[in-house]
T-cell receptor, first 114, second 112 residues
Framework: EAGVTQSPTHLIKTRGQQVTLRCSPI?????VYWYQQALGLGLQFLLWYDEGEERNRGNFPPRFSGRQFPNYSSELNVNALELEDSALYLC?????????????FGDGTRLSIL | QKEVEQDPGPLSVPEGAIVSLNCTYSNSAFQYFMWYRQYSRKGPELLMYTYSSGNKEDGRFTAQVDKSSKYISLFIRDSQPSDSATYLCAMMVTGGGNKLTFGTGTQLKVEL
């Protein structure tokens, strides 16, 4: 069974640019989560999508946004990139929230802002 | 004060040792507790998933949760060099929007 897949693996952008990160969940999982792992800050919750809807949002500015498609894959968009957005962006997936299923992570997209 | 505290290490042990990793937390509403292992340049890999207090064993790994003390532990028996990684504890509130709150991770090195 394939795990959570993310693309691209690495990205280099400059301040002010926009970026889109992609995630495909484990087959059969309907919930997708996004986390930011910045140096020294640990993993921070960004967003949760289930059945195409945003279900929860972490303490991040509105320039962080995303969506979930009918096939349950997801995109994370970050506008007006700032230097502190440099981080590993991790996607996770799980079965529906009502079962409180554990979250399984992909290997992330490493974003560097110059 | 962070919601979840975890000693960053690094922790260095000889091969075959028993390793004890710990986290403390302040939010008594946490009910689901997880341990993830993260190798360099990889995503976190789920090791253990427990609900409320008690013990859970899976092979060489044992997870313990003491909700009265707000303290969780992961024990690794017969540690191997391949166990060298960063170990992250994570917690979740029931009905809390499925948000995982992580510790900052403990770096473990198992030496030959």
């Amino acid at each position: 069974e394939a795990g959570v897949t993310q693309s691209p693996t690495h990205l280099i952008k400059t301040r002010g640019q926009q970026v889109t990160l992609r995630c495909s969940p484990i087959s059969g999982h309907t919930s997708v989560y996004w986390y930011q792992q910045a140096l020294g800050l640990g993993l921070q919750f960004l967003l949760w999508y289930d059945e195409g809807e945003e279900r929860n949002r972490g303490n991040f500015p509105p320039r962080f946004s995303g969506r979930q498609f009918p096939n349950y894959s997801s995109e994370l968009n970050v506008n007006a990139l700032e230097l502190e957005d440099s981080a590993l962006y991790l996607c996770a997936s799980s079965h529906k929230q009502v079962l409180n299923q554990p979250q399984h992570f992909g290997d992330g997209t490493r974003l560097s802002i110059l | 004060q962070k919601e979840v505290e975890q000693d960053p290490g690094p922790l260095s042990v000889p091969e075959g040792a028993i390793v004890s990793l710990n986290c403390t937390y302040s939010n008594s509403a946490f009910q689901y507790f997880m341990w993830y292992r993260q190798y360099s340049r990889k995503g976190p890999e789920l090791l253990m998933y427990t609900y409320s207090s008690g013990n859970k064993e899976d092979g060489r790994f044992t997870a313990q949760v003491d909700k009265s003390s707000k303290y969780i532990s992961l024990f690794i028996r017969d540690s191997q060099p391949s166990d060298s990684a960063t170990y992250l504890c994570a917690m979740m509130v029931t009905g809390g929007g499925n948000k995982l709150t992580f510790g900052t991770g403990t770096q473990l090195k198992v030496e030959l």
